[in-house]
């Protein structure tokens, strides 16, 4: 059964551009793909209607067992605790230490403290950040602040992380250990989206590639390299 399906997904938002038309396309449990074009291609738009931020002028979004169209505001923070998502801006609280920007993730959701206490050292040692774990964001540097965004992502242990531009700032080191360090994810068994306009990054992977223009889907690769469009 596959995790992500999209159905004849089109998104409207005004009567001069579709920023999505008749998109089908399916993700399957374990894999790692990366979905490409050029900036306004529709990757963007694609996150938001997976995780419930938008929903689609026509089509129908699934994931796992959920139709994420379907759902109402008051069931989205129970669905999105099996998603983690990464931005490119790290998203972190500025007055919350790494530990504390990834505890929060766990108060939120109402976790007991004795569980906080166990699992984020767990997940800060995973991304390497286990000797700055009492750092504040800008205290750390970019790769790392992108390393607390991917723990306090994988808190939950979610079945999918989606990556929106994930190594958009950064130098191209910080971007290779990024990747790699998703790409340890996904070998653990964690399905992997990441939206990239990186060429280096999707020919570095050689994973499937799904390349959108204009809202459409114009290819969809097993071991896709970028190809300009």
Do not use: C, W
């Not at 079945?159 to 531009?165: N, Q, R, S, T, W």
Request: glycine share 8%; net charge neutral; no cysteine.
């Amino acid at each position: 059964m596959a995790m992500v399906v999209f159905q004849g997904v089109s998104k409207i938002y005004n009567s001069h551009s579709a920023a999505l038309e008749d998109l089908d396309f399916e993700v399957q449990p374990g894999e790692f793909v990366s979905l490409t074009g050029r900036s306004g291609a529709g990757k963007s738009t694609v996150i938001k209607l997976l995780i419930g931020e938008e929903k689609p002028t026509k089509g129908r979004v699934f994931f796992s067992q959920y139709e994420v169209n379907k759902l109402k505001d008051g069931e989205l923070p129970a669905f999105r605790r099996h998603v983690g998502v990464i931005f490119q801006d790290f998203r972190l609280l500025p007055m919350k230490t790494a530990y504390e920007n990834v505890a929060f993730a766990l108060e939120v959701a109402g976790r007991p403290q004795r569980d906080i206490v166990e699992l984020v050292p767990q997940v800060l040692d995973m991304v390497g950040l286990s000797e700055k774990s009492g750092n504040f964001p800008h205290e750390l540097s970019g790769g790392e602040r992108q390393r607390v965004a991917i723990a306090r992502a994988m808190i939950h242990r979610p079945e999918i992380i989606i990556a929106d531009e994930p190594t958009g700032n950064l130098d191209p080191l910080n971007t290779y250990e990024i990747i790699k360090l998703l790409e340890k994810i996904n070998q653990l068994g964690t399905t992997l989206l990441l939206a990239t306009h990186d060429k280096e990054v999707i020919n570095t992977l050689e994973k499937r590639v799904i390349t959108l223009d204009r809202g459409r889907i114009i290819r969809d690769e097993e071991k896709g390299k970028y190809i300009l469009v």
